[in-house]
């Protein structure tokens, strides 16, 4: 009977030790990935104020064709803003994500 209980109690230690190792493996990934959505953010957010600085610049003609560039340079400023809204929008609240799908359901 002893016997038993410790080949359980082992067997036990076992499955939580291993349980304890995957834990960290993801912890790892999961810190790996927000250091990476870090720099990603501070990138976007170092082109955003480049984009905003060529947008604020006159300039003297008005070609079609430069106007054109100039409307999508500010379109790829509004894109990278709206990316790292959504990459920081549930960062600060304590929303879950089935209340969030909601939302935009409703929004929608």
Known sequence: MTYFLMGVIFFLV???LAGMYF????????FRFIDEVTLCLDTLDNSYMKIGEILKTPIGMDDPFVRGVLSEINQAQNAVLVVANRLTSDWFTNVSFDEEDDEEEENE
């Open 14 to 16: 076992g499955v939580v």
């Open 23 to 30: 834990i960290y493996r993801l912890l790892k990934i999961i």
